[in-house]
């Protein structure tokens, strides 16, 4: 039985990290507010009825491997998707559904049977857009006519492309690339094989070495090695294995590197953000025990009713501060218009409180279900106002652990504050990630901040952007670091989840 073999995971991930159930995937929850109030109260209750989304059906093939393969399936940042795993019947073929209430990008298709595993790449299943509409089947041969049949070449392929996360210059993660674009890199790297082009076919070659019988013990190409491994486990190949043709087993990754690197050169991909759109991750901590800025543990029940059947909200808009348009047609573009303020400001609420559920089912861009960690990717507005101390746009939200539909009392983390956040992109990875720890009122909490003096704090809080109008005051608007490690130091950023970067094709 190929199960029994000791196969190496498809990519790995730091201990923290490990995920286990994650359901869905890399979204982008476009219009989400509806369905996720409806869904979220579903889920947190058990008790409502509601249309099932519907399926999309997703079909390819491993002639390589025909029948009784393990079928696969990872997000673009390698969170596999547990539910989606299946086998190969006749001839290779697969399908598989999906649910159609997310839109998956750049997934890597992993087909394994023993110790051999080939990739494709499925660059784009859209999401229903209404659970009236009816189920779609779609074939990955229609999205990515190369990756048709799943084999060495789709392997190459989505190798080429995983590798500029490491060699692209600048680095490119898969989640970046825009479907189109996948589209054509598939184009490109068949077009150099055909040609017989000298920066691509050494790495070609050493994939036919790989596949043949008895060269590895497990499948040993990694699609999500970790920062400085190679994309190639030496461990995984059979003693005396000699990929590199030099009449020597290999003793290192060395030469399978510089022909990864060479081939990656080699094909140029293009990754153009949306310009006047950004990903936010709202991500909430509700754990018992947390530590504010203070070093104090913070009380989760300070104002918040302990009691059965709730859940986690967020709730807010955009904050009245953010620039608007003068509407006599303005030209500068680092302004939002008001109809555009008023429908970002509907994703949120609009302040109107438990209206807006949070995630922590491994659905909706959160990373690991069961946590109590919950999240909510949102697309909302954007534009870059060009310089740290510009006006950014500007969110206000606080979190609510209430039932649908409830009240503010009992329900939010503290009343009359709100916590204020500018939507400028410091690290660059066009994903504002933003983690808070639930009802902890010394970071961005704005009109009453209990940050101790000590600590810095100025009893209130003012934009990053202002800065610095005061020597000590809490500036913490901004996406943040966080304290992993329980020392009140803050040490690492947050991962975004499974959210995406938003993407537009490039235009000439
Ligand atoms: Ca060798
Ligand atoms: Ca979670
Ligand atoms: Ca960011
Ligand atoms: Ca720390």
Redesign the pocket.
Known sequence: MHSSVHRKPLCRFPVNSVMTTVLAASLLITGCGIDAAVFGHFTATDQREVPGAGANYLSGQCSALGAGATVRFFTPSGVELNDLQTATGPDGTFQIMLPASTSFNNLIVEVSLDNIAYWGIVSEVRAKSSVFIPDQYIAMADLVPEMADIGLDSTLTSLVLLGKATYGLPPIQLASISPDTIVESAAVVNGLIASGDERIIPLREYLERLYTNGTTTAPALVAFPNDGNSYLDIDQLAQGA?????????ANTD?FDSALRAAVEAVEVNVCFAADRITVVFMVDFSDGNQDRNCAEIDRWKWTKDEEGKQMYIVGSLHEETPLCDGNGDTTSKCLDEATFDAASQLLGNWQPNLIAMYDDGSNGDAVAGDNVWTLALELPWFDAGAETASWVRVSYKYTWGQGGALWTGSEEWPGNRRILELQDIDGDRIITRYDRYADETTNKDVQNLLSPVNGGCGSILWNSEEPLKDTCVYDTLENYIDTDGDCELDSKPTPGTASPITVPCSE
């Open positions: 000699d990929l590199d043709n030099d009449g020597v087993a290999d030469a």
